[in-house]
């Protein structure tokens, strides 16, 4: 059974929740909630970044959902706005960053 801990909370955003079990991230984004793998997680937060350096050169009114995204399945993908890539690249930062933070204190001599 998950136990889980915060990597990032924003309550107009979304959520980054880790499993203390089985270390699987789940990311909470508007009303999309998905569960990935560590290495899924870093792979989703580098294509986040990508897509939105890449569309913020084409893409005029950011406001409007005409980026796909992420494809859920053969037959599904979000289509999102560059705001959307904007706000869940920030929240992604921000577990990342809490993510690193802890892997550096845990590299700490003990005394």
């Known amino acids: 059974m998950c136990e889980y801990r915060t990597l990032h909370l924003d309550s107009k955003i979304g959520y980054v929740i880790q499993c203390v079990h089985c270390k699987r991230i789940t990311i909470g984004f508007g009303i999309l909630t998905v569960s990935r793998t560590v290495d899924e997680f870093y792979k989703l937060l580098s294509d986040v970044h990508s897509c939105h350096e890449y569309h913020s050169l084409i893409v005029t009114d950011p406001k409007v959902r005409t980026i796909p995204f992420w494809q859920m399945s053969e037959a599904t993908c979000m289509t999102v706005s560059l705001n959307d890539l904007q706000q869940l690249g920030e929240l992604?930062?921000?577990?990342?960053?809490?993510?690193?933070?802890?892997?550096?204190?845990?590299s700490l001599p003990k005394n």
């Open 92 to 106: 992604l930062d921000f577990a990342h960053a809490k993510l690193q933070l802890e892997k550096m204190i845990s």
